[in-house]
């Protein structure tokens, strides 16, 4: 007897995708370890910036995914495309520094819980998750890959969970979510600029965008919008959708990793975290170790999501840029350099580890290569997604477009303040 799928099943699926993962990808391990060390600093003080980066990065996701499915390429294919070659190589140039260095970081935190949790070097794990990532990536078929990715998005709720089991004064953490105390030292500033780089981050662009041209190659029924625009009104409505419930997910797991930091470690004056493996032993003597074990979970489960991504989007704009087959849909052989770059930028990340590098300068600089390659990517895609010869009609309606020049300009003030505070 065949089982059928619920019609509210059935559209949640339908709706639910890029988006999601891109939202759930945002909350990689060096993430998690930015949202520690500032919920250790400063108790519940820095939570509403979760609450005022939400608009900012949804509008910016939401622009990236439109041009994905409205030209059929994503964001590097659409600037070799349009713009001249120098800056298409300088932005992916700098893209896949940050992507590497953030792959390293992100497989060295995954390392280093495990070793936490049952013994043995860490080093070694972190080679373990690193080809376990891109063999799936790379070997597995993309449905059941992207269902795999989906259902890996369930780990974020471990910082839910950790919440709910330990005791936080609810009334004052919304108090100062809503009502922001703000301050004007150097450290105060610092941790915003952190926090802000740390979820706007540009692979998340690259990634939402040419994964929405990856499901228009996939779907034979769909089209770029430019040439079916009769397909816009539901593919738009359902990328509305998918992104805003990403972008939730992605900062309220944010926040829930801020509070519970705030409520344990920062409670009891433990103030100076680096890693979030750190944040995790931490917790252990604290909030006990059933709050240890599920903050150290969450951080394999998400590191298990953000590396693909992260690999994944260096794969599409290279690929993009230098014309090469790509996409997850196809089989190896059909697209060996796409393949061979995300196996690259993962391998590279591997040996980031081994590099002498104190963890705290290389989630800095993370954060900072963020921040900088954010800027000029967002320029950009605002740039294309306001022009005609790039959308057709499907150009950014004027709400969505002012948001996105909002975040923009933010982003570009981040990006100062970074280069200025260090």
């Given at each position: 007897m065949?089982?059928?799928?619920?019609?509210?099943?059935t559209?949640?699926?339908?709706?639910?995708?890029?988006?999601?993962?891109?939202?759930?990808?945002?909350?990689?391990?060096s993430g998690?370890?930015?949202?520690?060390?500032?919920?250790?600093?400063?108790?519940?003080?820095?939570?509403?910036?979760?609450?005022?980066?939400?608009?900012?990065m949804?509008?910016?996701?939401?622009?990236?995914?439109r041009?994905?499915?409205?030209?059929g390429?994503?964001?590097?294919?659409?600037?070799?495309?349009?713009?001249?070659?120098?800056?298409?190589q300088?932005?992916?140039?700098?893209?896949?520094?940050?992507?590497?260095?953030?792959?390293?970081a992100?497989?060295?935190?995954?390392?280093?819980?495990?070793?936490?949790?049952?013994?043995?070097?860490?080093?070694?794990?972190?080679?373990?998750?690193?080809?376990?990532?891109?063999?799936?990536?790379?070997?597995t078929?993309?449905?059941?890959?992207?269902?795999?990715?989906?259902?890996?998005?369930?780990?974020?709720?471990?910082?839910?969970?950790?919440?709910?089991?330990?005791?936080?004064?609810?009334?004052?953490?919304?108090?100062?979510?809503?009502?922001?105390?703000?301050?004007?030292?150097?450290?105060?500033?610092v941790?915003?600029?952190?926090?802000l780089?740390?979820?706007?981050?540009?692979?998340?662009?690259?990634?939402q965008?040419?994964?929405?041209?990856?499901?228009?190659?996939?779907?034979?029924?769909a089209?770029p919008l430019?040439?079916?625009?009769?397909?816009?009104?539901?593919?738009?409505?359902?990328?509305?959708i998918?992104t805003?419930?990403?972008?939730?997910?992605?900062?309220?797991?944010g926040?829930?990793?801020?509070?519970?930091v705030?409520?344990?470690?920062?409670?009891?004056g433990?103030?100076?975290?680096?890693?979030?493996?750190?944040?995790?032993?931490?917790?252990?003597?604290?909030?006990?170790?059933f709050?240890?074990?599920?903050f150290a979970?969450?951080?394999?489960g998400?590191?298990?999501?953000?590396v693909?991504?992260?690999?994944?989007?260096a794969?599409?704009?290279?690929?993009?840029?230098?014309?090469?087959p790509?996409?997850?849909?196809?089989?190896p052989?059909?697209?060996?350099?796409?393949?061979?770059?995300?196996?690259?930028?993962?391998?590279?990340?591997?040996?980031?580890?081994?590099?002498?590098?104190?963890?705290?300068?290389?989630?800095?600089?993370?954060?900072v290569?963020?921040?900088?390659?954010?800027v000029?990517?967002?320029?950009?895609?605002?740039?294309?997604?306001?022009?005609?010869?790039?959308?057709?009609?499907?150009?950014?309606?004027?709400?969505?477009?002012?948001?996105?020049?909002?975040?923009?300009?933010?982003?570009?003030?981040?990006?100062?303040?970074?280069?200025?505070?260090?």
């Open positions: 065949t089982s059928r799928r619920s019609p509210i099943a559209k949640i699926v339908r709706v639910l995708g890029p988006g999601l993962l891109t939202g759930a990808a945002d909350d990689d391990p998690i370890a930015t949202y520690s060390q500032v919920g250790a600093q400063f108790g519940f003080g820095l939570g509403w910036v979760m609450l005022f980066s939400f608009p900012l949804t509008a910016i996701q939401e622009t990236s995914a041009i994905g499915r409205a030209t390429e994503g964001i590097a294919g659409n600037i070799r495309r349009h713009y001249p070659v120098w800056l298409l300088i932005i992916v140039g700098l893209l896949l520094i940050a992507n590497i260095i953030n792959l390293g992100d497989l060295g935190a995954m390392g280093s819980v495990v070793t936490m949790l049952v013994g043995g070097p860490a080093l070694l794990y972190a080679v373990f998750f690193g080809a376990l990532c891109a063999g799936l990536q790379i070997f078929d993309y449905k059941s890959y992207v269902s795999f990715l989906k259902w890996i998005t369930i780990s974020l709720f471990a910082y839910v969970a950790t919440a709910l089991v330990i005791d936080i004064p609810w009334r004052e953490v919304m108090l100062r979510t809503l009502i922001p105390s703000l301050q004007f030292e150097t450290k105060y500033i941790a915003i600029v952190a926090v780089g740390t979820t706007i981050s540009p692979y998340l662009f690259f990634w965008s040419s994964q929405e041209a990856e499901e228009v190659r996939e779907d034979p029924m089209k430019k040439r079916a625009p009769r397909q816009a009104p539901a593919e738009l409505r359902r990328i509305r998918d805003y419930l990403g972008m939730f997910m992605s900062n309220a797991i926040w829930f990793i801020i509070v519970s705030a409520a344990t470690l920062n409670a009891h433990v103030k100076d975290i680096q890693t979030a493996s750190q944040a995790a032993e931490a917790l252990r003597p604290i909030a006990g170790p709050a240890f074990v599920l979970l969450g951080i394999v998400t590191g298990m999501l953000a693909p991504v992260l690999a994944g989007s794969g599409y704009a290279l690929a993009e840029a230098l014309r090469w790509a996409g997850l849909a196809r089989k052989r059909a697209a060996k350099a796409f393949y061979g770059a995300i196996a690259l930028a993962t391998g590279f990340g591997v040996i980031f580890n081994l590099l002498p590098i104190d963890p705290i300068k290389a989630l800095f600089w993370t954060a290569l963020n921040g900088i390659v954010a000029p990517i967002m320029v950009m895609t605002m740039l294309m997604a306001g022009q005609e010869k790039v959308m057709g009609r499907f150009v950014l309606p004027r709400p969505l477009a002012t948001m996105g020049w909002i975040a923009t300009t933010v982003m570009c003030a981040v990006a100062v303040a970074l280069i200025v505070t260090w």
